[in-house]
């Protein structure tokens, strides 16, 4: 069982920054890919960030050059440092841990940026 327990969330105001963080029940090197995705109110999930097993990274164009990807191999976490917020950034961020076949998901955590 794989259990990821995000936190960091909360209010912002625009330009501001938050950094969230995935806590992994398990080795983060167990997994392929661990990333981030967010989904806002009547819109579908969509990706923000990825980082693999050999420390590669994948970012959103919208996201490039505010956000940063990152991990802590000993913690088994990885984080997502977001700066320069915008309303538009405004979701549940959800943390992703892919092993394939399977794919597994934390609860979500509210990120809110007000104009």
């Known amino acids: 069982q794989v259990q990821l327990v995000e936190s960091g969330g909360g209010l912002v105001q625009t330009g501001g920054s938050l950094r969230l963080s995935c806590a992994a029940s398990?080795?983060?090197?167990?997994?392929?890919?661990m990333g981030w995705y967010r989904q806002a109110p009547g819109k579908e999930r969509e990706l923000v960030a990825t980082i693999t097993k050999g420390g590669s990274t994948n970012y959103a164009d919208s996201v490039k050059g505010r956000f940063t990807i990152s991990r802590d191999n000993a913690k088994n976490t990885v984080d997502l440092q977001m700066n320069s917020l915008k309303p538009e950034d405004t979701a549940v961020y959800f943390c992703?841990?892919?092993?394939?076949?399977?794919?597994?998901w934390g609860q979500g955590t509210q990120v809110t940026v007000s104009s």
């Open positions: 398990r080795s983060f090197f167990m997994f392929n890919t």
């Open positions: 992703n841990a892919k092993l394939v076949p399977s794919n597994y």
